[in-house]
């Protein structure tokens, strides 16, 4: 982060009430400015924001509300100023209502001539944390944010958003308000990293990024350069995409794709006499000795039984990857968008270059711009509404590399080197000891025939549920983790990995697994000796047409108390006699989101010992041995 000052903030809009909670970055100033009936320090605020105090502003989807909002008080300070504090909140209500139905109707913002003139803030740089960590993509709230990051408090608006605040009511909404700016807060610190980036890669190509996605940020640079090197102006060119309804899928393919086995043979056969037309979903499969191969149009995946693999005296565990897989298939099988020329394959490949000799020099900030610009431009060539839009040259790379991988296969497999687990752009095999040279052998010959450079890991121990799910543990000790055995240990890692969703379901179960897996700790031992409360939890956020409550007898038994709870909620599986339910609010129906489980809320943390919490650890040992029982059972069938 910037050392100029940095505010984090939120809005509260209410018919009678507004209010703007802020606080310093690196301290914990507060300031709260408010408008209602008794207070109007609308003036006050203008001020702040129009200082040279207020030099960045933070917050989680300002850039499409809490902005506008900003923006209109301080475009219409002078008129607002003679008008009373109702009416003043009454036209602040009104355009906040207009922004929320823009935003349910499924309707952009940017169709909206008045509120996308106010997006455009000049008194401050924003940075939107949903847009930056594309939490906006994936339909991530802040409190489901929260719940991902453990945040002590999890707490939906006090009342709705359209009735009148009393009077009895505001400290609650300014404590709401200050709760939503302090979890901002904690989140801007986690990604404090991916910030910086933003901030140098921002200064040194002079582009204002600090809101942007790391797509984003790809596309933006990408465009800067496309500038730079056409002379053309970005309204130019940003209308123009090559559309496709039909591809012939064997113009996607290159000669060098060449099989020995009559399998394989008769897969590529099949593939280049299909012919694709738009919306198409296309999906091949191949067995080939011990593996089944799922070829899709997006990347290869192995499609096996469960398995635990480790090396032994017999044989190791080597990995191999295509570096920069998908780009550097581009520039080696002349891939590019047909109505951009192949003077954009040459920019690509300049980049390219110029990325890899920004490492080795170490410059690190143009290293990592021009690497988060390689990989954002080949998820372009299918995005629909995008500038450098060609399917045909997005399944020339999926294709052409899903068919080198299997190639290569083949070729370990052909002289005894077993292949258990491929997903994308490389695979992992078991190398009979004696072999190990031929390994490396065969893959080099094949790295110097197309042309792309492969990396090389070791392995000690793979424990593959399916290719979504896994922890792989190398001869370094170091772990990759994806799916049920992700452990939610590191917060950072938590809002960093690649296909983050803040789904937050029982962490325990992910650290029993690796206990039992790696340290052979029983599920039983690792799940009973855990004091961390929040690794039991999981999260709810239901549908507006519905209602949580919950359900439990009164201290004598005698009577059903049914309370009504918040949309999002954090809960844990509990020895109590509380039950979570969902009520349908037309249909009257009740459902059990723990089937057959008690459950307590944990929406406010409760400092006490584990033991407190009645937590039922039967259930939770359960959840893991189902896990177990789907993997062990199974692994002699493969091997």
Not at 211 to 222: P, Q
Request: hydrophobic share 35%; with cysteine; proline share 2%.
């Amino acid at each position: 982060m910037s050392k100029e000052k940095a505010w984090v903030f939120d809005h509260e809009c209410f018919p009678n009430l507004f209010s703007c909670t802020l606080e310093d970055r690196e301290s914990d100033e507060v300031k709260v400015f408010m408008i209602c009936r008794e207070v109007n320090d609308i003036k006050e605020f203008v001020n702040f924001i129009m200082s040279s105090e207020c030099k960045f502003m933070v917050g989680f989807n300002n850039s499409k509300y809490d902005d506008i909002i900003t923006n209109y008080l301080v475009t219409n300070v002078k008129r607002l100023s003679r008008l009373s504090s109702d009416e003043i909140t009454d036209k602040l209500f009104m355009l906040s209502k207009e922004i929320i139905d823009c935003q349910r109707g499924n309707n952009s913002i940017w169709n909206n001539s008045k509120l996308k003139k106010l997006m455009y803030t000049k008194n401050y740089i924003p940075i939107d944390l949903m847009t930056l960590m594309a939490f906006d993509k994936n339909f991530v709230s802040l409190k489901q944010a929260c719940i991902a990051m453990r945040w002590h408090r999890i707490q939906d608006l006090p009342k709705p958003f359209d009735e009148q605040v009393q009077r009895e009511e505001v400290e609650g909404i300014l404590d709401y308000n200050l709760n939503d700016v302090k979890a901002t807060k904690k989140l801007c610190i986690i990604v404090s990293q991916e910030i910086k980036i933003r901030f140098d890669i921002g200064a040194l190509y002079n582009v204002q990024v600090l809101s942007k996605s790391r797509s984003g940020l790809g596309d933006t640079l990408m465009i800067k350069l496309w500038e730079q090197e056409t002379r053309q102006k970005y309204a130019e060119f940003k209308g123009i995409k090559t559309e496709r309804s039909i591809i012939h899928l064997k113009d996607c393919i290159s000669d060098k794709v060449k099989f020995k086995s009559p399998q394989l043979q008769d897969l590529l056969s099949k593939i280049k006499d299909t012919t694709w037309y738009t919306g198409d979903k296309v999906k091949f499969s191949v067995i080939l000795n011990e593996s089944k191969y799922d070829i899709l149009l997006g990347g290869l995946h192995s499609n096996n039984k469960p398995m635990v693999v480790e090396a032994t005296d017999e044989y190791s565990l080597k990995d191999f990857d295509f570096d920069s897989y998908y780009p550097r298939l581009m520039t080696t099988l002349d891939i590019y968008p047909e109505h951009l020329s192949k003077k954009f394959l040459v920019l690509f490949d300049r980049i390219i270059t110029q990325r890899l000799a920004a490492k080795a020099n170490g410059e690190k900030t143009v290293a990592n711009a021009l690497k988060i610009v390689i990989n954002a431009c080949y998820g372009k060539l299918n995005f629909d509404y995008g500038w450098i839009k060609d399917t045909k040259a997005s399944y020339s790379v999926t294709l052409n590399g899903q068919l080198y991988l299997l190639m290569l296969i083949e070729q370990l497999e052909e002289v005894g080197i077993t292949i258990f687990y491929a997903n994308t752009d490389g695979a992992t095999a078991k190398v009979p000891k004696g072999k190990e040279n031929l390994f490396y052998s065969i893959c080099k010959e094949f790295q110097d025939y197309v042309g792309i450079g492969i990396s090389y890991a070791e392995y000690e121990k793979c424990i593959i549920r399916d290719v979504n799910n896994y922890s792989i543990l190398d001869k370094d000790g170091d772990i990759k983790e994806k799916g049920v055995f992700l452990r939610d240990t590191n917060t950072v890692k938590t809002f960093l990995r690649p296909n983050y969703s803040c789904a937050y379901d029982k962490p325990i179960i992910s650290i029993a697994l690796y206990e039992y897996f790696v340290n052979k700790v029983s599920i039983k031992e690792t799940i009973e000796n855990h004091e961390d409360i929040y690794d039991f939890c999981m999260a709810q956020k239901i549908g507006k047409q519905f209602q949580a409550e919950t359900h439990c007898l009164s201290k004598d038994k005698l009577e059903l108390v049914i309370t009504p709870s918040q949309k999002t909620n954090r809960y844990y599986v509990s020895k109590t006699q509380s039950k979570f339910y969902k009520k349908h609010k037309e249909k009257d129906s009740l459902h059990d989101l723990c089937a057959g489980y008690n459950v307590e809320l944990l929406n406010d943390y409760i400092d006490q010992n584990i033991s407190d919490y009645k937590v039922n650890y039967q259930y939770y040992i359960t959840s893991a041995q189902k896990i177990i029982d789907i993997m062990e059972p199974r692994q002699l069938e493969l091997f």
